[in-house]
């Protein structure tokens, strides 16, 4: 509520003031309102709209309200100030200004109305002390009607955040379910969000520890559900990434490829991936993982059971043989296909004796026969044994470099 207006001098009988003053007034209110108007808008950029606009009417009504209330105010001190203020406090917030500018607007009204005053002053020949009682009467009038203002701005402000957040988590939704363009434009202008042509999605864990102050405005968050996502408007620039890396330094972040607005789905697919194979130990480039460094690891682990159905298939051959016998040259079979080196070349990376491989080679080629010399069967067979070493499952290799029976 606000508080009860009472200047120094506007109490008592109040005869002057009540009886001479607003009866002057009240003649200059309409000459009063055009001069205010016409200053604020030649002050203010942001109020030089048309005047019979709907910026310009809802200025004119407020001037209008504000000096009616005033005269009000003077004949009857008692009575509550119109809620003007507070709801052009509102109407800046939901035009996206700054309450400076309203602010300034008042001190141009109070100014304007002060220059009045003394005009008044020598017109109707008032005492001083009039004088100086109604200069009292209109600055705090004044202060009271900014501070409406201000209490409707941020009232108002409260509001808006909620709605606005709420507007673009939808939005973000709509967008990571590849809604059509036309739908993403109508709920980006609510959201006061612009469309770009291309966007990233970065993921994180539930319930992660995040400093959701160092996040960028401009970034579409949903952060409290059970797969906590953001999208970040363009790609990650050098800015960018290092934003996101100070924001999730306490946690792991998966950042999908930067991909055109509607292929915003399959970015948070891979960085969803991404996250999976982090959280498995496969991948980690610290706080914040780029799917782009990681392509052909996330291809490899896009289908884990295919992969292990491949494997199945292609090492077969070799299940005949003991569990060490086989770790052993499946091994060496990955060295070789990976380097298609020499014997050398494979002990030399392996810590084995090049007769060693020598010797695996040949079993290899006896347990597989023709398959090796297939260009479809080896590819296949590579990206088997890529997999199983990405997963940690490559044979532990020896400390030895001699040749060994059997190896």
Not at 17 to 32: D, F, Q, V
Request: glycine share 6%; proline share 6%; net charge negative.
């Amino acid at each position: 509520m606000p508080r009860t207006l009472e200047p120094n001098g506007l109490n008592g009988s109040r005869s002057e003031l009540a009886e001479r003053l607003t009866a002057i007034m009240r003649i200059e209110l309409p000459s009063l309102t055009k001069e205010i108007v016409a200053a604020i808008r030649d002050g203010i950029p942001e109020y030089a709209r048309p005047i019979d606009g709907p910026y310009g009417r809802t200025l004119r009504s407020g001037v209008e309200r504000a000096l009616a209330g005033f005269v009000e105010w003077i004949s009857s001190p008692d009575a509550l100030p119109d809620d003007i203020c507070y709801k052009l406090g509102w109407f800046e917030a939901y035009e996206g200004r700054q309450l400076d500018v309203l602010q300034s607007a008042y001190r141009i009204g109070a100014q304007t109305g002060w220059r009045r005053v003394m005009a008044l002053h020598q017109r109707q020949n008032l005492a001083p002390a009039t004088v100086s009682v109604l200069a009292d009467a209109l600055f705090t009038y004044m202060e009271e009607l900014a501070s409406s203002s201000v209490r409707g701005y941020r009232e108002a402000k409260a509001q808006l955040n909620d709605e606005l957040q709420a507007g673009r988590r939808r939005l973000l939704r709509l967008i990571a379910d590849g809604a059509p363009r036309d739908l993403l434009e109508e709920h980006a202008g609510s959201a006061r969000w612009v469309l770009p042509d291309e966007v990233t999605v970065v993921v994180l864990r539930p319930n992660a520890p995040i400093v959701r102050t160092l996040l960028d405005d401009d970034l579409l968050t949903d952060l409290d559900g059970t797969e906590p996502y953001l999208l970040v408007p363009g790609p990650l620039t050098a800015d960018r990434r290092a934003m996101l890396e100070l924001a999730v330094a306490e946690s792991k972040a998966a950042a999908g490829l930067t991909v055109s607005l509607d292929r915003a789905p399959d970015s948070l697919r891979w960085a969803r991936q991404a996250l999976g194979l982090i959280h498995s130990e496969i991948i980690d480039d610290g706080p914040l993982t780029l799917c782009a460094n990681h392509l052909e690891t996330l291809w490899l682990f896009a289908d884990a059971p295919l992969i292990d159905q491949i494997a199945r298939r292609q090492l077969a051959a070799l299940d005949h043989l003991t569990a060490r016998q086989r770790e052993r040259l499946v091994e060496t079979l990955g060295v070789w296909l990976r380097t298609r080196g020499t014997a050398a070349q494979v002990g030399d990376e392996l810590g084995v004796h090049p007769q060693t491989v020598r010797y695996r080679m040949r079993q290899i080629e006896h347990a597989l026969g023709d398959d090796l010399a297939d260009p479809d069967t080896r590819f296949a067979t590579e990206v088997a044994l890529r997999a199983l070493w990405l997963r940690g499952q490559e044979p532990v290799r020896e400390a030895h470099d001699a040749p060994v029976d059997g190896a």
